[in-house]
């Protein structure tokens, strides 16, 4: 089984409708992350959360909301889905002890598309 | 702020030929830095990762190397395969506790 899972894999969705990503670690992680993938852009990180009740705004965290319900759980939510958040979207987790030190694990990835 | 350059942006080889891919950063204040490779339309699989402490890391046949005071990095392949073909990700990590990308190589391995 994989340690990094996302749901769903795939989704298209018309704009202004409300959509959650969801993401599920088994790996034992305390860090979580949201990241989106346009093409040419390379990866940006949307939230981060290094525990439950610690999360932080990435670099473009506007139109985006999430929620760790447990530290397996990390979930992403387009409030009003609009054409410019059609991207690949990966969730990744990360260990903070040593010796791990940060190295991050992705998810397969949820691709997104708005209409 | 944090820039990451990977150059070059695509390159093909023939099956068998060493390659080294590049990656420069703009501030040597780094944690750490992770190579990945993602295959199309898939997700991100972790290579590689470099403490800032340390000269370089090696798995297989990959081998990374960091000179954090110059801001760079080499991700050395030996006697690539088809397989190796895929897209090639840098990506170091700061004091803020975020990673910062590359735009990645994409690495063409002609059999």
């Known amino acids: 089984d994989a340690d990094v899972t996302q749901t769903p894999r795939n989704r298209i969705t018309k704009t202004g409708k409300r959509i959650m990503l969801e993401c599920s670690q088994t790996?034992?992680?305390?860090?979580m992350y949201w990241y989106r993938q346009d093409p040419g852009l390379g990866l940006q990180l949307i939230y981060y959360s290094f525990d439950v009740k610690d999360i932080n705004k990435g670099e473009i965290s506007d139109g985006y909301s999430v929620s760790r319900q447990a530290q397996a759980k990390f979930s992403l939510s387009l409030e009003s889905a609009i054409p410019n958040q059609t991207a690949l979207y990966f969730c990744a987790t990360s260990d903070s002890g040593a010796p791990a030190y940060n190295e991050q694990f992705f998810g397969p990835g949820t691709r997104l598309t708005v209409l | 702020k944090q820039e990451v350059t990977q150059i070059p942006a695509a390159l093909s080889v023939p099956e068998g030929e060493n390659l080294v891919l590049n990656c420069s950063f703009t501030?040597?204040?780094?944690?750490?830095l992770q190579w990945f490779r993602q295959d199309p339309g898939k997700g991100l699989t972790s290579l590689l990762l470099?403490?800032?402490?340390?000269r370089e890391q090696t798995s297989g046949r990959l081998n990374a190397s960091l000179d954090k005071s110059s801001g760079r990095s080499t991700l050395y392949i030996a006697a690539s395969q088809p397989g190796d073909s895929a897209t090639y990700l840098c990506a170091v990590r700061g004091g803020s506790e975020k990673l910062v990308f590359g735009k990645g190589t994409k690495l063409t391995v002609n059999p």
């Open positions: 790996k034992g992680h305390d860090r």
């Open positions: 470099i403490q800032s402490s340390q």
């Open positions: 501030d040597s204040a780094i944690y750490n």
